[in-house]
T-cell receptor
Framework: KAGVTQTPRYLIKTRGQQVTLSCSPI?????VSWYQQTPGQGLQFLFEYFSETQRNKGNFPGRFSGRQFSNSRSEMNVSTLELGDSALYLC?????????????FGEGSRLTVL | SQQGEEDPQALSIQEGENATMNCSYK?????LQWYRQNSGRGLVHLILIRSNEREKHSGRLRVTLDTSKKSSSLLITASRAADTASYFCATGSTGNQFYFGTGTSLTVIP
């Protein structure tokens, strides 16, 4: 069974630009979560999507948004990039809550904002 | 913040020794999980322990949970160089929103 796939793996943007990251979950997984990982703040929850609906949202500004498609693939978008948005963005898929709750992570998209 | 904290932040041991890392959290939980992350890679799930369990084993891993103290520990026995990684605890209460600790960086010296 293929794992969680994130694209692109690496990208460089400049301040003010926007970026879209993509995540394909494991087949059959309907929940997709996004996390931001930085050296200073660690892993922070961004949002979770289930059946194309945002189910949970972390404490991030509105510049961070996401969506989920009918095939469970998910995208997240960051607009008006700031230097502090430089981070490893991790996507994780899982079966709906009520099961094990185990998260399956992709390898991440490393964003550098210059 | 609901984020947990691992202790120690960094740990260096010789191959074959045991490694113990601790996690403290702040809120009531349904379960607690431990993950491993190799440098710059995604996280890999190691073990999950439910709030009504006190101890769980998986291979060389032993996890304990003390909900009265809001703490958990992960023991890796007979460590190997391949165990070198960062280890995170994650707590969840509802849905799939998890709070990760700050991580313990483990170095196993061959």
């Amino acid at each position: 069974k293929a794992g969680v796939t994130q694209t692109p793996r690496y990208l460089i943007k400049t301040r003010g630009q926007q970026v879209t990251l993509s995540c394909s979950p494991i087949s059959g997984h309907r929940s997709v979560s996004w996390y931001q990982q930085t050296p200073g703040q660690g892993l922070q929850f961004l949002f979770e999507y289930f059946s194309e609906t945002q189910r949970n949202k972390g404490n991030f500004p509105g510049r961070f948004s996401g969506r989920q498609f009918s095939n469970s693939r998910s995208e997240m978008n960051v607009s008006t990039l700031e230097l502090g948005d430089s981070a490893l963005y991790l996507c994780a898929s899982s079966l709906p809550s009520g099961n094990t709750g185990e998260l399956f992570f992709g390898e991440g998209s490393r964003l550098t904002v210059l | 913040s609901q984020q947990g904290e691992e202790d120690p932040q960094a740990l260096s041991i010789q191959e074959g020794e045991n490694a113990t890392m601790n996690c403290s959290y702040k809120t009531s939980i349904n379960n607690l999980q431990w993950y491993r992350q190799n440098s710059g890679r995604g996280l890999v799930h190691l073990i999950l322990i439910r709030s009504n369990e006190r101890e769980k084993h998986s291979g060389r891993l032993r996890v304990t949970l003390d909900t009265s103290k809001k703490s958990s520990s992960l023991l890796i026995t007979a460590s190997r160089a391949a165990d070198t990684a960062s280890y995170f605890c994650a707590t969840g209460s509802t849905g799939n929103q998890f709070y990760f600790g700050t991580g313990t960086s483990l170095t196993v010296i061959p």
